[in-house]
């Protein structure tokens, strides 16, 4: 028997429950989280529907995919960042965008690009002395873009463009999630100092990414190793290549992803371990023993399971994409409710993988609830770091690699501790990042304490 989906109570006039999520989007979403699978809200006149258990977002995102398209606030503001890239596309685009991206991402091309990502951190942290206050959210940015610029796109210009993108993305996704919470588009053409630096950190990226383009286009020679060259090639089987516009989405795409993410994740990881030594330690066992003096390479990831651990209880407490958003593309039932056609669907993995009913204790950093022996079904249905379904991020191992690279090279050199006693906490944008702390640099060496 359908039932009638809860309505959260508290709307404001006009722009509904939009004023709460913007003062306090974390804690309003982990309060909607009762025993109903599914609460309506509205967001400036927009009928929504938040996801309030694994069940029901399972449902959305892998059972009945089809009936759900990628849309909704969440996805529109986003598409104001990187277009129709393969991460914000609708179904009928990414079933044409998938393949032409998918073989850079594949475990063999991740292989070959692990060594270049270990020089990559390694020429990031050159600068880095003991005593030093670091900026470490600034610090993996730069990491993250140096890396994507020698391997997804390798060109000159793709570096200068990672770049841009890093000095960029803060400023673009503060206006992002402006644009999310508040999704009416007036609002956003109105000359105010937020859109106006907005638009105008958008107008520098673009000038930077057409640079890319044109450089790729006028390559006498295409080796095709990375992952620019594979797009501008276009189809194989078709013969098919993209015009300027749909290689600049994708390169939005790839650089949005690749450098933001993983900078949030080792941002969130650091500034983690330099507040829990207990794990810290355990993590230099780790490392010290499987590695004992030299580099890590891609063939040790299999000998670093408690790194691997780390890096998921990170992404389960502080998921990058803490909010992920949906259009219903025909009537459909999600747990007995009936959603209408042209809904927008909400579901926040923050939330869900904070459910004290799945994940005991769940505000703890505890890396070995993800031990093979405590893996419960309901763990695993309720991380949605990396999504689920067709959907799901492409780049995932592409991303853990890179993380568990950085962070083994890291972590055997320098301890970290926090600049000021006061705790880190969540700064919820368009993707999820710690709000700004410096860390004290230490230097250690492997096998041993710290020196």
């Not at 044109?214 to 060259?229: I, K, N, P, T, V």
């Not at 923050?350 to 505890?366: I, K, M, S, T």
């Amino acid at each position: 028997m359908q039932q009638t989906v809860r309505k959260f109570q508290d709307e404001l006039p006009l722009i509904g429950h939009a004023g709460q999520l913007a003062v306090d989007p974390l804690g309003f979403l982990e309060r909607q989280r009762t025993a109903e699978p599914l609460v309506a809200l509205r967001l400036v006149g927009r009928k929504c529907f938040l996801v309030n258990n694994a069940e029901a977002a399972m449902e959305v995102l892998v059972s009945q995919q089809e009936r759900f398209d990628k849309g909704g606030p969440f996805m529109e503001a986003a598409r104001q960042l990187v277009g129709n890239g393969v991460i914000t596309c609708n179904a009928e685009d990414h079933r044409v965008q998938r393949p032409v991206m998918k073989p850079a991402f594949h475990r063999s091309r991740v292989a070959g690009y692990a060594d270049v990502m270990r020089e990559c951190v390694v020429e990031a942290t050159s600068s880095w002395r003991a005593g030093q206050a670091l900026d470490v959210g600034a610090a993996m940015y730069r990491l993250a873009a140096l890396v994507v610029a020698q391997t997804l796109v390798s060109a000159p210009a793709g570096k200068q463009a990672a770049e841009a993108m890093a000095r960029a993305l803060p400023q673009l996704l503060r206006g992002l999630l402006r644009r999310m919470l508040l999704p009416a588009e007036w609002i956003h053409r109105v000359p105010t100092p937020a859109n106006r630096r907005f638009d105008q950190a958008r107008a520098r990226l673009d000038k930077a990414i057409g640079e890319v383009i044109a450089q790729y286009r006028h390559q006498e020679e295409d080796d095709g190793q990375d992952l620019l060259s594979q797009i501008i090639a276009g189809d194989q089987g078709s013969g098919r290549r993209p015009d300027d516009a749909e290689v600049h989405d994708q390169v939005m795409s790839v650089l949005a992803a690749g450098v933001e993410t993983t900078a949030s994740l080792l941002s969130w990881t650091f500034q983690l371990l330099a507040r829990h030594p207990e794990i810290e330690h355990r993590l230099w066992e780790e490392l010290d023993g499987a590695l004992s003096d030299r580099p890590v390479t891609f063939d040790d990831l299999p000998s670093l399971p408690y790194t691997k651990r780390l890096l998921t209880e990170v992404l389960r407490l502080y998921p990058p994409a803490w909010l992920l958003s949906r259009i219903v593309v025909e009537p459909t039932e999600v747990c007995g409710h009936l959603l209408p056609q042209g809904a927008d669907v909400l579901i926040s993995p923050y939330a869900l993988q904070r459910n004290p009913e799945v994940f005991p204790d769940p505000g703890r950093l505890e890396p070995d609830r993800w031990l093979p022996e405590r893996l419960t079904p309901g763990q695993r249905q309720s991380f949605l770091a990396f999504g689920a379904g067709r959907r799901r991020c492409m780049g995932e191992f592409f991303g853990m690699t890179e993380a568990t690279l950085a962070l083994a090279t890291i972590a055997r050199t320098w301890q970290m501790r926090p600049a000021e006693p006061r705790p880190v906490r969540p700064l919820p944008r368009f993707l999820l990042v710690p709000a700004e702390r410096h860390l004290l640099l230490h230097q250690r060496t492997p096998q041993g304490g710290q020196r």
